[in-house]
Nanobody
Framework: QVQLVESGGGLVQPGGSLRLSCAAS????????MGWYRQVPGKLRELVAQ???????NYADSVKGRFTVSRDGAKNAVYLQMGSLKPEDTAVYYC?????????????WGQGTQVTVSS
């Protein structure tokens, strides 16, 4: 079992920055790929950024160059540094962890944190 707890959401003006944190607990966390998804009402949850190991990253085209995902193995934490924020970045952001076992994907989600970009 893996438990994920996000923090750091809030209200920020367009062009501003925000850092989300995800504290993870559980066993074999270093074996999990971790990342961030976001969701707005009426739309599917979408991948924002993902990190495998400590250096292999993947980003949605809409956030490339503006967001950076990182992880701290010693703290069992994953971060999402968001910059040059736009109103369309407004969403609930969810921390995600997954691993494949015997060909099946096991994944876990945090409760989500609201990010609102507005003047």
């Amino acid at each position: 079992q893996v438990q994920l707890v996000e923090s750091g959401g809030g209200l920020v003006q367009p062009g501003g920055s925000l850092r989300l944190s995800c504290a993870a607990s559980g066993s074999m966390l270093s074996s999990y790929s971790m990342g961030w998804y976001r969701q707005v009402p009426g739309k599917l949850r979408e991948l924002v950024a993902q990190i495998t190991g400590t250096t292999s990253t993947n980003y949605a085209d809409s956030v490339k160059g503006r967001f950076t995902v990182s992880r701290d193995g010693a703290k069992n934490a994953v971060y999402l540094q968001m910059g040059s924020l736009k109103p369309e970045d407004t969403a609930v952001y969810y921390c995600n962890a997954y691993i494949y076992r015997f060909g099946l994907r096991q994944e876990y989600w945090g409760q989500g944190t609201q990010v609102t970009v507005s003047s």
